[in-house]
């Protein structure tokens, strides 16, 4: 097991017990009328599940990590883009951020081509505000682009 996997592994358990100790607070509620905390909970059972499997699985040949390799160079694009994200939401709105995160998620993160990160990130970003907004009712920041009477 290499030292990048027994990192996840042990980040993504205590990360549960975090995330399980916050919804704890927040009530759960019951199985039949979850409370506030109940997802945060659900979530956190499957981290801290992953983070013991990254542990305990049997080992894989030990696969250095070093600094200014191109995984570490799409790990801090990703998160720097979803950093980036945050920021600029409220300004842009939803529609052009996520289109925006979506692109460089596929094209510089994932390594995919123009058409298909493009492509990807319009029909997903799209699909994702006709869902939220007109299904679900959900409110989401507008930003510079008029959107139809009624989202």
Not at 2 to 25: E, M
Not at 71 to 96: F, P
Request: glycine fraction near 12%.
């Amino acid at each position: 097991m290499s030292r990048v996997d027994r990192g996840v592994g042990i980040a993504a358990v205590l990360g549960a017990v975090l995330l399980a100790a916050a919804g704890w607070r927040l009530d759960p509620g019951t199985s039949k009328l979850p409370g506030p905390g109940f997802f945060p909970l659900l979530i956190a059972v499957a981290m801290g599940a992953l983070g013991l499997w990254m542990l305990l699985r049997p080992g894989e040949g030990e696969r250095s990590a070093l600094p200014g390799s191109p995984r570490w160079n799409s790990l801090a694009l990703a998160l720097g883009s979803i950093l980036g994200y945050a920021v600029v939401l409220q300004d842009l709105g939803y529609l052009l951020s996520t289109f925006a995160l979506l692109g460089v998620q596929l094209r510089w993160v994932e390594k995919q081509g123009w058409r298909t990160s493009l492509a990807t990130a319009f029909i997903a970003s799209a699909v994702s505000l006709v869902l939220f907004r007109v299904f679900l009712k959900v409110p989401l920041p507008i930003g510079i682009l008029p959107l139809p009477k009624g989202w």
